[in-house]
């Protein structure tokens, strides 16, 4: 039996080759004759670089950064084997889980150190750019991006702002004259499944900022500070920025992107399972299991079990699914989708007991599954 494992990460416990080491432990513990793929998922956020090496390999390119509080981070990009392309995962540089918890305000931090990246992969002549950006802490809309490629951002008094949310409004004029030919060339493909706008009721202050920090008051400041911002860049590169689908993502860093780089927004999930070939796998599965941390009414019009469930369908293949927290109301929504839905706690459970001891829950999980499939009743 081949067993197809092309899980998302637990988020807050294992990432997602861990889900799937976990997964693979408990049905070879039960029996070594199962056939076990492990194509480990992400959309764009943590371990999006992970889960495309472990198919693809390549070669890691180090680097300290500038992190989102100003602080100097250690990044890492991906050089894909085709050596044209670099994988950036946004979360490296300006991740939510590099600031701790009482120190988070959108306002304040930066994507200085994804522009950063950008600017190495180009120089180092990888002119091909994949940005996966999930997991971010900001809010600047790529303004600290921009500052890093070459973008000035000019106050009243003639001052260059840094790069923040806390800026948007004191922005007179732009400059971006410093942009080197070789930035403006370079193909930018920002992977992301969210298709907020930049501002307004669904934009990416509102619907994100709270998440990251952000008072109401924050919050509302950000947002008409996206407007003014938008209107800035359009009187200088004559783009519209704020109608692109996906331009509120991650702070809106696409969305100031591309104001002056050449860009394009594409489905982090679809991008991934295309470039790990998960297709062609699914389709010689038996059986296929995917998961995330928790499961509720909107997995399956989500991110990356939306992505496994559409190549399942195609190919009538049966989706298993795992999770940490299981909502008691999908079960009628995903009853005549998916084989089966499994928690991985055994028991009334702390959280934090749930999180510490999640790879081993998981590994049990999977056994037990394993023993239902090996032993089926009636046999």
Not at 56 to 82: M, N, Q, R, S, Y
Not at 255 to 274: E, M
Not at 314 to 340: C, H, I, R, S, T
Not at 344 to 365: D, H, R, V
């Amino acid at each position: 039996m081949k067993i197809v494992l092309c899980p998302d990460s637990f988020k807050g416990s294992l990432s997602s080759l861990q889900v799937c080491q976990a997964i693979k432990e408990g049905f070879l513990r039960c029996s070594r004759d199962f056939e076990i793929v492990e194509k480990p998922l992400a959309d764009g956020g943590e371990g999006f670089i992970e889960s495309i090496y472990l198919s693809l390999g390549g070669t890691f390119v180090h680097k300290i950064v500038t992190g989102p509080l100003w602080e100097k981070v250690p990044a890492t990009f991906l050089v894909l084997p085709d050596e044209k392309t670099a994988v950036i995962e946004m979360a490296q540089a300006a991740g939510l889980t590099l600031i701790p918890e009482e120190k988070r305000n959108p306002r304040f931090t930066t994507t200085l150190g994804v522009g950063e990246l950008i600017l190495e992969a180009i120089s180092r002549g990888y002119y091909r750019i994949i940005l996966g950006v999930g997991g971010s802490a900001t809010n600047d809309g790529g303004m600290g991006a921009l500052n890093a490629l070459g973008v000035t951002f000019i106050s009243q008094d003639g001052t260059a702002l840094s790069g923040m949310g806390d800026n948007f409004t004191k922005i007179q004029k732009i400059n971006s004259d410093k942009v080197t030919p070789e930035v403006k060339q370079a193909e930018i493909l920002i992977a992301t499944d969210v298709k907020n706008l930049l501002f307004g009721p669904e934009g990416a202050a509102v619907i994100y900022g709270p998440q990251k920090g952000a008072s109401l008051e924050d919050v509302q400041y950000l947002d008409e500070g996206l407007v003014h911002y938008s209107q800035k860049i359009f009187e200088t590169s004559k783009r519209e920025i704020h109608t692109i689908p996906g331009s509120g993502a991650a702070g809106g860093i696409g969305a100031g992107l591309s104001g002056f780089l050449n860009t394009k927004f594409v489905s982090g999930i679809q991008l991934v399972i295309d470039l790990i070939q998960l297709e062609k796998e699914v389709e010689n599965a038996d059986l296929v299991i995917s998961g995330e941390g928790k499961i509720d009414r909107q997995t399956l019009y989500g991110k990356v079990i939306s992505g496994v469930y559409d190549l399942t369908k195609k190919y009538n293949k049966p989706l298993l699914l795992l999770a940490g927290m299981v909502d008691e109301d999908v079960f009628p929504a995903f009853e005549d989708k998916v084989l089966a839905i499994f928690s991985i706690a055994n028991g009334p459970i702390s959280e934090e007991l749930a999180f510490n001891n999640a790879y081993k829950l998981t590994e049990n999980t999977a056994f037990n599954i394993a023993k239902v499939l090996l032993n089926p009743p009636g046999k």
